[in-house]
């Protein structure tokens, strides 16, 4: 949620700002403003008139203790109170109203990052050497099926399509990756390992901005729960309604968890395989820190979600995403995208996120720089750290050999407990 303080201080610069990303939003900072200009002048008149109130009160007091009845000044009293009464109520519906309008409003991006669409998306940087067979390389969905890895059209006949049935050793590498990613996360970049809930309630949902967002989006339960659709909504609202002590950040954590989410090929655009899917895993990374730390930790945060894909020797580039192009939350995304040789493209792998206050003030995340200080929101990040579907597209389509067999890469080997994979 954008500050408004901000958008009263400086309406122009954040009408500015979000015209880069989300025009019609621009259009609504005029109705925030009369809103909270509205509430402001009923808070002034309010006051005014609970203070006369009181005054009147006391002077009821002093006549009744003098043995009178003041009838008039009761009656007058009687008149004040309806009126506080009636602009209380003013006010909280124009309080409802404007935190209705603010929850709607997207993250202001940062001044850095490009101005557009996906279009303007930046190639920051490139790791790796992209693969050349002296063969046809075959996508994944075959190999996967050779190999006995997949079973798509059983996941489809179980849930639907976007619903991927991994069986053997199919099963054992999904398995493999949780834990050679935890363990990079936790003993080698400092995570606290979480095992969330995958179900969240509606504030959860509404702390990190999936709602209103995102809603249509979700998987929702008859009694209002929402199936995640990434670790960061309940990672990110462990603090939720917390200040925390300044010494405590950073705070980081991972969490594995598989995520859910329903737009997945709704369009019909890479429906095949595990190009796009409803339902994946992904281990993710999630940070609390300092607003004048926030940049750095972005870095950081981005370069443990690449020390994955190097491990793996999996060839990437980074990109940074354009003003149009970035989640509601965010004001500055990075995503890794992965190359995967089978299929012949860049497929994304991980968005690495800052989202500034935004996230903090939605969910009242703060923390006290010292002992008696007053209490700040902090910076929300986080990164996938990363999602399995298309890592596993990649390590597939990347180490398959003209024998039809794929070769392990050495970090991940030792938790699949072979370093080959062929047919039997």
């Known amino acids: 949620m954008i500050d408004i ?22 259009a609504a900072i005029d109705a925030i403003v009369a809103l909270d200009r509205r509430r402001r002048e009923l808070l002034a008149t309010t006051e005014q008139l609970k203070a006369q109130r009181n005054q009147q009160s006391h002077e009821v007091g002093l006549r009744k203790k003098a043995g009178e009845h003041p009838t008039e000044l009761l009656e007058q009293l009687k008149v004040l109170a309806d009126r506080v009464k009636r602009d209380d109520e003013q006010i909280a519906a124009t309080e409802r109203a404007l935190e209705d309008l ?3 409003i997207p993250n202001l991006p940062q001044a850095e990052i490009p101005t557009g669409d996906a279009s303007a998306n930046r190639v920051v940087r490139s790791w790796g050497e992209v693969p050349q067979f002296g063969f046809a390389p075959r996508p994944h969905w075959e190999l996967g099926a050779t190999l006995g890895l997949l079973d798509l059209p059983a996941g489809a006949k179980i849930a639907g399509s976007g619903f991927p049935l991994f069986t053997g050793r199919g099963a054992r590498l999904v398995r493999a990756l949780v834990n050679f990613m935890l363990d990079l996360h936790t003993r080698e970049h400092g995570y606290v390992e979480i095992a969330p809930p995958l179900l ?19 998987y929702v339960t008859t009694d209002g729960l ?15 309604d917390e200040i925390l002590a300044g010494d405590r950040l950073p705070i980081g954590y991972a969490a594995y968890t598989p995520c859910f989410r329903r737009e997945a090929g709704a369009h019909g655009k890479d429906t095949r395989g595990l190009i796009r899917v409803h339902q994946f895993d992904k281990v993710e990374l999630v940070r609390f820190t300092r607003p004048e730390d926030s940049p750095a930790e972005h870095e950081k945060l981005l370069g443990h979600a690449e020390a994955v894909l190097q491990r793996l020797g999996i060839p990437y580039r980074v990109v940074l995403l354009a003003s149009g192009d970035i989640g509601f939350a965010s004001a500055k ?3 890794l995208e992965a190359w995967a040789g089978g299929v012949g493209t860049w497929l994304e792998v991980s968005s690495a996120s800052t989202f500034t206050d935004f996230q903090a003030r939605r969910a009242n995340i703060r923390y006290r720089a010292r002992p008696g200080a007053r209490p700040d929101f902090v910076h929300t990040l986080n990164a996938s750290g990363v999602a399995f579907p298309r890592t596993i597209i990649a390590l597939l389509e990347n180490n398959q050999q003209e024998d039809g067999s794929v070769r392990i890469p050495e970090a991940l080997a030792p938790y699949l407990g072979t370093d080959r994979l062929a047919a039997d």
């Open 5 to 26: 303080r901000q958008i009263r201080e400086a309406p122009d610069a954040v009408r500015a700002a979000l015209a880069r990303r989300a025009p019609d939003a621009a």
């Open 102 to 104: 603010l929850l709607q």
């Open 200 to 218: 969240v309630n509606a504030d959860t949902a509404r702390g990190t901005g999936q709602l209103p967002d995102k809603e249509s989006n979700m």
């Open 226 to 240: 929402y199936l995640i659709p990434t670790a960061e909504v309940p990672v990110t609202n462990i603090h939720r």
């Open 333 to 335: 995304t990075y995503d």
